[in-house]
């Protein structure tokens, strides 16, 4: 009976020790960057920060500093969703990538043939108005940045009274179509959110799935991001997830999380995504694979748009374009806020390197910190 008790506790202990192992070896294989991050931090006034970097293809660092909410304890996580607004305009480019990919959508198809039913009462300039005008900024669309451009207070309560974001777009569509564009489509560059909206229902009009439910279908599963969501990250009146933060009279105010604490829904497909830093790491660095033509969830050859810029601009499919030669070249790069929130991607495809930075604050400094922090990791990470 001693012996068989000896032998239970050995055995025990094994347990003990391979599992204690198991775990040591399951630790992350990147760098901390939270020593680097809390400078940035402070200096900044942000509640928290966090970044990452890819370098040669693969995570190579990311961090997380600071709370979830200003003026408490409660230490934000790297598993901490990070809302990063306009930057989800990138995802829903690479989602219309996948659907033309799967022979569901063609570029050159015509509003007028994706909604043959509104052609009647589309305006005539919007008729052959494609993806990639849209994708591009190019459509003439309105901004829908800080105004609700043409539509009447009665218009938008009839759009935002529809149960689903669905709906809205689809509304939304029916009534902005009818309005003139600000310009002729193609003719020039106007930074459109409402643009990527009809993107969205264009999606949903072929697929007879929600715009939120089809990118997590096709990009955010199939990429293992289980953290990404839509709208204010957290629950409401607790402080399980970074809250939003506005900035009044110099003062920092945090925001309860809601349904209402964030862009309208029809806007999802042009900036409510959130997700930690991790897995908006795994998003660009599929980017990065389908840009070099390695394999991946993207094909290369459905990049054409980026490839050979359209309208001869620096914009499409969700990214701006620069020339920068710690990036070898051509760069990509976008920002995004809904005035609580702010991020920032640079992608350098020809160096296979990336970094990538989001804090939960908008109205102060956030943009120079977060700047400063791209700048300080291509500068430490990135080899000549």
């Known amino acids: 009976m001693v012996h068989l008790t000896r032998l239970a506790h050995i055995f025990l202990f094994l347990i003990f020790v391979c599992t204690t192992n198991f775990t040591e070896a399951a630790a992350p294989e990147w760098i901390n960057l939270a020593d680097d991050l809390e400078s940035f931090r402070t200096d900044y006034n942000l509640p928290a920060l966090s970044a990452a970097v890819i370098l040669d293809g693969k995570l190579h660092a990311a961090g997380v500093v600071g709370v979830r909410k200003y003026g408490e304890i409660v230490k934000a996580e790297i598993n901490d969703p990070f809302h990063i607004g306009s930057c989800t305009k990138a995802m829903t480019g690479s989602l219309v990538c996948l659907l033309v990919q799967q022979g569901k959508l063609k570029w050159d198809t015509t509003l007028a043939d994706y909604f043959p039913e509104l052609k009647e009462f589309m305006h005539p300039d919007f008729r052959d108005v494609t993806l990639v005008h849209l994708l591009s900024h190019r459509a003439g669309m309105y901004a829908f940045t800080s105004d609700n451009g043409p539509l009447t207070e009665e218009q938008i309560e009839e759009i935002y009274s529809l149960r689903s974001p669905c709906l809205q777009r689809r509304k939304g569509a029916e009534i902005l179509l009818t309005y003139p564009p600000l310009h002729k489509p193609g003719s020039k560059f106007l930074y ?114 980026l490839r050979e810029l359209p309208f001869k601009g620096t914009y499409a499919l969700g990214w701006s374009t620069y020339q920068r030669g710690w990036g070898g070249g051509k760069v990509f790069t976008h920002d995004g806020s809904n005035n609580m929130n702010y991020a920032v991607a640079w992608v350098a495809p020809k160096k296979n390197f990336a970094v990538v930075t989001a804090t939960n604050i908008s109205g102060g400094q956030e943009k120079v910190g977060c700047d400063k922090v791209c700048a300080f990791m291509i500068h430490k990470f990135l080899k000549d």
């Open 192 to 305: 459109s959110n409402i643009g990527f909206s009809l993107v969205g229902a264009i999606t949903e009009e072929i697929m007879d799935e929600e715009w939120e439910h089809l990118i997590k279908r096709l990009l955010f599963d199939p990429l293992g991001m289980k953290t990404a969501g839509q709208g204010a990250m957290g629950t409401p009146d607790q402080i399980d997830a970074p809250w939003q933060h506005r900035i009044k009279n110099d003062q920092i105010i945090p925001v309860n999380p809601g349904p209402h604490s964030d862009n309208s829904p029809m806007l999802g497909p042009g900036g409510r995504v959130h997700c930690s830093i991790l897995d908006w790491s795994k998003y660009i660095q599929c980017f990065l694979k389908a840009y070099r033509n390695e394999p991946g969830l993207i094909g290369g050859k459905h990049l054409q748009q």
